[in-house]
């Protein structure tokens, strides 16, 4: 059985994450598309998502402990913001930009599971914020992303 590294030690270590959402959220702000949708951010905002994103990958999990944040908690910061596809479409540009910049790890599998995610992140935010209540239970985990499949289909909830 071979010893395969997660998507967290793939990229690096935390500074990768945190110097890719910082360089991100440069770009976001002076943005004319999403500069407005962050402009209250919270000064930890960067670093929760930089948490956030590397727990995910199977990093240490200062998301859930350090900042007292959860999976529902995350959900519930987009919900009601009312987020457009091209504003979806934004983000995941800037991400994808700011990461060649920075020399973050461009080999085939790791981009593939990189953007994987983020096409399926990106997603469910926009999902979350055109609702009113936080769909996510507060004891549900963490989501886990690793190099292979999503295991879908996608089901749709009843209306
Ligand atoms: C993989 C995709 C995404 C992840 C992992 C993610 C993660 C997060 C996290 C962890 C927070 C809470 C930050 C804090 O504690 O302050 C947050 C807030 C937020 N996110 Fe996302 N997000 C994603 C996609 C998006 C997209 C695509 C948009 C908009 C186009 C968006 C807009 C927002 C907004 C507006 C907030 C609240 C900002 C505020 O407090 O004013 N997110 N996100």
Known sequence: MKNIPTLYEWAGDMRTFEELFRTFYEKVLKDDLLGEVFENMSPEHVSHVAHFVAEVFGGPQLYTSEDGGSHAQMVGHHIGKMLTEEKRQRWVYLLLQSADELGLKSDPEFRSAFV??????????????V?????????????????????????PTEE
């Open 116 to 129: 994987g995610y983020l096409e399926w992140g990106t997603r469910i935010a926009v999902i979350n914020s």
């Open 131 to 155: 609702i009113t209540e936080n769909p996510v239970n507060p004891e549900e985990p963490m989501p886990k992303w690793g190099w292979g499949e999503t295991g879908g289909p996608y089901i």
